[in-house]
């Protein structure tokens, strides 16, 4: 059974959802980033400054990440995502995260594929195991509508184990320096893979990939870093 935030507000909808299909590139791997804990780095809602070194708009890979072990979780932004009875629910990161022990994997696309066979269902299939080790709550954050991730939702099987989060404008994956540009693939501004556990808010874990590679944010990763 999810842990579910108490929502801002709801909005009950109703609308046809079609599966959406998209191609993610692949990219050259990177290690995650693991650290010691130092003093909390708080995010503000904005957009962090671009990191020196990070790739020009024409390129898909951003080589910095912004998002380090230590860090405070902006705590104002909001996630949408569809609840048990198909009403539309919003919360803020503050509210998700309060008090409790949140893994979020983040993935470039819904229904991409590494995301939809790989990614994803490994923390479906683990969500029992992270459980057992004091997860709370798991989220799926991803650049796409509420509408697709709960039709992704159902077609992972995802429900009552994974909290399928839409950030629709990208405003968390830009404040904590996750963005990838994709213009190039026609998929826009989406997210970097990674994987994190965040503590009362504050990231004591974070798994980071240069792109869309999947090589170190794993569930298997999580679990055994746990």
Known sequence: QLSLPRPSHSVVMQATMQSV?????????ARGQLGRSRAPRSFSGSPLPRAQGRASARRSVVSVSALAVG??????INLSYFDAEGNMQETTVGALTKGKKVVFVAVPGAFTPT???KHVPGFINSADKLKAKGVDT???ISVNDAFVMAAWAKQLGADGKILMLADGSGNFTKAVGAELDLSDKG????S???SMLADDGVVKLVNMEEGGAFTVSSADDILKQL
């Open 21 to 29: 299909t998209a191609s993610v590139s692949r990219f050259p791997a």
């Open 71 to 76: 860090d405070k979780l902006p705590q104002d």
């Open 115 to 117: 995301c939809s066979s």
């Open 138 to 140: 798991i989220g799926c």
């Open 187 to 190: 998929l826009g501004h989406r």
């Open 192 to 194: 970097r893979r990674y």
